[in-house]
């Protein structure tokens, strides 16, 4: 080691970097977290915690926050934008397997601010904004940063860092990681807006999924907005699709309203299907976006992040505080490089491949087993478990 103080280096203040910061730092870890940007974000990115993900942040007395702040879904469902409700899940059959049987719809910001407020009691960690990862290198006892900050470049050494710097991560970038996958070639339109879609819409419930076979969407609702997700066609340029008349074209076409549609918020992503070649680099590590990326059918994005961060701070506190040995921490890549692949990156790709489903036989037949698995209570089960990312936790426990 490198002090008698352990010190982490965390690139990014995104969820996951800061959850890492939280865990870290609550054990006294010595802890630098780097964010490029001037300040924490407050756009509109993940707006869904799963129960597991609830759970975990329950131990760091987040989650009463946050379920203050949000709104309670007991119920998702599985609709068609012609012929409506689908199927309709209970996440209430989860009780017993999680304090928190229910997803919660609330921006991911809600999480980082109360995060930033535990950090800012803590003087042994440090959140240096306007801080860019210029390069990394390490030995075999440290790793070592250069940041570029307002006052210019700064050197420091450290045991341990964490890549939380998202898709862009040049913490990945540094080490010559390969990103691994594929770029879709439609962009995903969000659109925000105050209409309330569940006055006009029936039995719909704060999470919705609509299949269509031209045009399917996705309806979320967080405590002030109704978020809708529309795919985009390859040839519409950027402007095109982002135009005022282009967006209330798709949301009259959703649902016709006399009136023009309040927008509150707008934005257009690519969406990709990645996972980095490596989790792990003598002592840097990969965490969140930076190490797996994913569309977001399923909210399995942000929340598979926290997974990463709780994951990697266990076996990092197990080698600086409890004597475990270092290749201990190879486990954390063999389970959540794992997951990435056969849980989130492979449910989420199914996610989007049923929902935009063309072809009439096989759209009754998705149809016919979304009913068939609502409507058996053991069969429900085993989706919930599934969708709320239950078993992908279990499965990576039991890699050893």
Not at 91 to 110: I, M, N, V, Y
Not at 140 to 162: F, K
Not at 185 to 210: G, I, K, W
Request: hydrophobic residues 40%.
């Amino acid at each position: 080691m490198t002090a008698l103080t352990p010190h982490v280096l965390i690139a990014g203040a995104g969820p996951v970097g800061m959850m890492s910061a939280l865990v870290l730092g609550r054990a006294g870890i010595h802890v630098t977290l780097y964010e490029a940007s001037s300040g924490l974000s407050r756009d509109l990115r993940a707006s869904t915690f799963h129960p597991p993900t609830l759970d975990m942040l329950a131990q760091y007395g987040l989650t009463a926050a946050l379920v203050e702040q949000g709104l309670v879904a007991r119920f998702t469902q599985q609709r068609d934008r012609t012929q409506g409700v689908i199927a309709e899940f209970d996440l209430s059959q989860l009780a017993g397997l999680t304090d928190h049987p229910f997803r919660l719809q609330c921006e991911q910001w809600k999480l980082t601010d109360l995060i930033m407020a535990q950090l800012a009691q803590m003087p042994h960690v440090s959140v240096v904004f306007n801080s860019r990862i210029e390069s990394v290198s390490q030995t075999s006892d440290s790793v070592s940063v250069q940041t570029q900050q307002e006052d210019g470049r700064h050197s420091v050494q450290a045991d341990y860092l964490i890549g939380a710097d998202g898709a862009w991560s040049a913490v990945r970038t540094q080490l010559g990681i390969a990103f691994e996958g594929y770029t879709y070639p439609e962009r995903f339109l969000v659109v925000s807006t105050p209409f309330e879609f569940a006055d006009h819409m029936p039995q719909l419930s704060y999470v919705n999924y609509c299949s269509d076979p031209q045009e399917w969407c996705v309806l979320l609702r967080v405590p002030t907005l109704w978020r809708v997700l529309f795919p985009t066609k390859e040839d519409e340029t950027d402007d095109q699709v982002l135009t005022d008349a282009s967006i209330q074209a798709r949301l009259h076409r959703l649902l016709p309203q006399p009136q023009n549609y309040t927008l509150v918020h707008r934005t257009l992503y690519k969406v990709h299907q990645r996972v980095a070649q490596k989790f792990r680099a003598g002592r840097v590590f990969l965490a969140g976006d930076a190490a797996h990326i994913n569309n977001p059918l399923g909210g399995m994005g942000m929340n598979g992040g926290v997974h990463d961060a709780m994951n990697l701070c266990e076996k990092l506190l197990g080698v600086m505080q409890h004597g475990a040995p270092e290749s201990s921490l190879d486990l954390y890549e063999k389970q959540r490089r794992t997951i990435a692949i056969e849980y989130i990156n492979a449910s989420t790709a199914r996610n989007k491949k049923e929902i935009e489903e063309r072809d009439p036989v096989l759209r009754q037949k998705n149809h016919d087993e979304l009913r068939a698995l609502a409507a058996d209570p053991a069969s429900s089960l085993a989706y919930l478990r599934k969708t709320s990312m239950i078993d992908a936790l279990e499965r990576a426990k039991a890699l050893t």
